[in-house]
């Protein structure tokens, strides 16, 4: 996006690079350099730096909520006791697989399943990715219940290319104006991006 503000952001891990980069340009940003992917504790490890780096400029950090509290402003707390003018730390309720979901027009496509097998309330699942593996088992598509199904005896708890395809609908079905009407953890980060542009364009 030609002259859009440039954010950087700090992530979980690939998939949700390009949930970021989708949510930033959504939100009327162009996606910067992209950090972490490298789990949650690195995140947590280095939070403090974002931080200090979002005083000057604007930052996006997003992490998954998981089941470390019950809802995530007690998270956001433990993270970062005072939030830096630019950063816009979000947590996705309670893996952004929930926010994938609530796109279920799009996704009962890309996966082949029926519209009325997606859940029709993503965020109060207690393991989004698992109900995302488990839809992917009723796939009428033989390819996404290879990909992303784990293979009997493997240990696995998905198959070997799942975040390959979830990539792959994020980039090319995924519309987070209308998974925003069930997911209100991904309202309020579109919501807390689109405020800390309007910030920092002043």
């Known amino acids: 996006m030609s002259g859009a503000l440039v954010i950087p952001a700090a992530v979980e891990g690939v998939l949700d690079e390009v949930v970021v980069q989708k949510l930033i340009v959504e939100a009327g940003g162009s996606p910067g350099t992209v950090y972490g ?68 027009d799009s996704l009962a496509s890309f996966l082949s399943v029926g519209r009325n097998s997606i859940p029709t309330n993503p965020e109060q699942l207690y393991d989004p990715k698992m109900t995302m593996v488990n839809l992917a088992r009723r796939s009428r598509r033989l390819a996404i219940r290879r990909d992303m199904v784990p293979r009997e005896g493997s240990g696995r708890s998905v198959g070997p290319a ?41």
């Open 37 to 104: 992917k490298n789990g949650k504790a690195f995140l947590r490890q280095r939070i403090q730096g974002f931080n200090n780096a979002a005083k000057a400029w604007p930052w996006l950090v997003l992490v998954d909520l998981d089941n470390e509290a019950e809802c995530a402003p007690p998270l956001c707390a433990q993270w970062v006791p005072v939030f830096a003018p630019y950063l816009c730390f979000r947590v996705a309720v309670r893996k952004v697989e929930a926010w994938l979901l609530a796109d279920a």
């Open 162 to 202: 799942y975040t390959s395809r979830l990539i792959e609908f994020v980039q090319t079905s995924w519309r987070p104006k209308t998974a925003i009407g069930k997911a209100e953890s991904l309202r309020r980060a579109i919501l807390c991006l689109r405020r800390m542009i309007e910030k920092a364009s002043k």
